[in-house]
């Protein structure tokens, strides 16, 4: 058992023993304690959870995973949520490690990882092939490709395959055809005898109606059709034999160790030419006064499957980071469009004669009774009502209003957070134009922000439509092609 074939069952049985390990951790848990549904099948992924965690902190970017949670997750539990999703990419890690350990057991029980032993060589059915074979001698190994031909066929075997050709070569030939006296299709003319290394050329006496490709030409026949005899010329080495068939075409409707590579090729380069004959090169088992073995060149290598497993991680971490980078555009387009909304709703409310506060709390109140009835989150209003229950906590409206702006991230909502500031610290004076003020340069900008979305979209569908284009292109050209 060689090297690479002990590392392929180690691997495998490495994978296997983490999986085992983690079912067997599970079965310690306490009743109580284990998850039932889809949370046991979460807790499954606990161990690639906390792998992830570590890789995090070794990073340093776990307060940017706590932030995008926050901002997602906004008046639920961010840690449960992480945590959800962590155990989420612990199980397509252990489904990983799972398919790999399985892979990796199948093929070095199959043998993919061991170097077999060669006692014969397969000569090719036709043409030359390379074997290419490992030699070892003493304690040295070398690596010697070999060119096989095919196996020679005696005089009788010739002249078997010959008489064979004869009887089968006219029906071949026909292709399509119903006979030979009614030729209108193009014919089939092999270059070689199937099932043996018989060549076979081809010559008509008419080319302009049977070319040397079969294709037959109907329109330089006579009108009652012409005779063309084919001719087929067939060689094996020095054997020649030629055979005529007539047809009648209608009008259409390394250095070191080097001496002992050389001598090594030399013996094996005899023992194929005495055994030309035979389906099987028996290889020799002694060099000189040494044993020499032969083996097949290895298939698989354990090494290969680990770098699979790897890139496969890396693209399901890529692929995770992409859909965060996603998540958190959405978020942002949506703040944007529903900002314009906030500020006419607050100036209306204001204007009616409701305090910052009262009006805050009417439009989160209106938002939490229809929130169900909602297919996605709000996360301006969630974001309101989270400033709403820090207020109802007993934190100073001035500090809620801020951090409401500061969470929103957007330059927009932090010039709204400052003007309720200034008039909690200045008086309500003053604080209506500026809302007024505000909602109109709101809209505008959500205007701009349409047509800018609007340009976006027809830049993305000149692809499809480049497509398309190709796709009428080829309707159209193909066919003029073909007919030429």
């Keep these: 058992m060689g090297m690479t074939e002990v590392s392929g069952w180690m691997a495998a049985a490495a994978g296997l023993t983490v999986i085992a390990g983690m079912t067997a951790a599970m079965r310690r848990e306490p009743a109580e304690r284990r998850f039932s549904g889809v949370r046991r099948l979460l807790y499954l992924g606990y161990a690639g959870a906390c792998l992830k965690r570590w890789i995090v902190r070794r990073c340093r970017i776990e307060t940017a995973e706590d932030q995008y949670y926050r901002e997602m997750y906004i008046n639920e539990n961010p840690g449960a949520k992480r945590m959800e999703a962590d155990c989420?990419?612990?199980?397509?890690?252990?489904?990983?490690?799972?398919?790999?350990?399985?892979?990796?057991?199948?093929?070095?029980?199959?043998?993919g990882f061991s170097e077999k032993q060669l006692s014969a060589i397969e000569r090719p059915e036709s043409g030359t092939g390379i074997a290419r074979i490992r030699a070892r001698f003493g304690e040295k190994e070398y690596d010697i490709s070999l060119p096989v031909a095919e196996r020679l066929m005696t005089a009788e075997e010739i002249r078997d395959n010959?008489?064979?050709?004869?009887?089968?070569?006219?029906?071949?030939i026909l292709g399509d055809n119903e006979s030979a006296d009614r030729v209108t299709k193009p014919l089939a003319l092999p270059s070689r005898i199937a099932g043996t290394p018989i060549a076979v050329s081809w010559s008509t006496s008419d080319y302009r109606i049977v070319?040397?490709?079969?294709?037959?030409?109907?329109?330089?026949?006579?009108d009652g059709g012409s005779i063309v005899t084919l001719t087929a010329q067939l060689t094996y080495r020095d054997w020649e034999e030629t055979l005529s068939f007539a047809v009648r075409v209608l009008p259409e409707n390394t250095a070191?160790?080097?001496?002992?590579?050389?001598?090594?090729?030399?013996?094996?380069?005899?023992?194929?030419?005495?055994?030309?004959?035979?389906?099987?090169?028996?290889l020799p088992e002694e060099l000189g006064d040494g044993k020499v073995?032969?083996?097949?060149?290895?298939?698989?290598s354990a090494w290969v499957?680990?770098?699979?497993?790897?890139?496969?991680?890396?693209?399901?971490?890529?692929?995770?980071?992409?859909?965060?980078?996603?998540?958190?555009?959405?978020?942002?387009?949506?703040?944007?469009?529903?900002?314009?909304?906030l500020v006419s709703k607050v100036s209306l409310l204001i204007e009616a004669g409701s305090t910052i506060r009262l009006a805050w709390e009417r439009i989160v109140g209106d938002y939490v009774r229809h929130r169900d009835n909602r297919e996605r989150t709000r996360y301006v209003y969630e974001e309101m009502l989270h400033t709403r229950n820090l207020l109802s906590l007993g934190i100073p409206e001035e500090k809620a209003y801020e951090e409401f702006g500061k969470r929103c991230g957007n330059i927009r909502y932090l010039r709204f957070s400052s003007i309720i500031v200034q008039?909690?610290?200045?008086?309500?004076?003053?604080?209506?134009?500026?809302?007024?003020?505000?909602?109109?340069?709101?809209?505008?900008?959500r205007r701009e922000q349409a047509k800018q979305r609007g340009e976006e979209a027809g830049t993305k569908l000149l692809l499809p439509m480049a497509g398309i284009l190709v796709i009428i292109l080829a309707m159209i050209l193909i066919p003029a092609f073909m007919s030429l």
């Design 88 to 111: 989420m990419f612990g199980i397509g890690l252990v489904g990983l490690l799972f398919a790999l350990s399985g892979v990796l057991f199948l093929v070095a029980y199959t043998g």
């Design 162 to 172: 010959a008489a064979k050709a004869e009887e089968e070569l006219l029906t071949q």
């Design 211 to 222: 070319d040397y490709s079969g294709n037959v030409h109907p329109e330089y026949c006579e």
């Design 256 to 282: 070191e160790g080097a001496d002992t590579a050389r001598e090594l090729e030399e013996l094996l380069t005899d023992y194929a030419q005495e055994q030309a004959y035979e389906s099987q090169i028996r």
């Design 293 to 300: 073995s032969f083996y097949a060149e290895q298939r698989y």
């Design 305 to 341: 499957f680990f770098a699979y497993a790897g890139f496969l991680a890396v693209v399901l971490c890529l692929v995770a980071a992409s859909r965060r980078k996603q998540n958190r555009k959405a978020r942002e387009r949506q703040l944007l469009r529903d900002y314009p909304e």
């Design 423 to 445: 008039n909690l610290k200045k008086g309500a004076a003053g604080l209506l134009p500026l809302l007024q003020k505000e909602s109109a340069e709101a809209f505008c900008d």
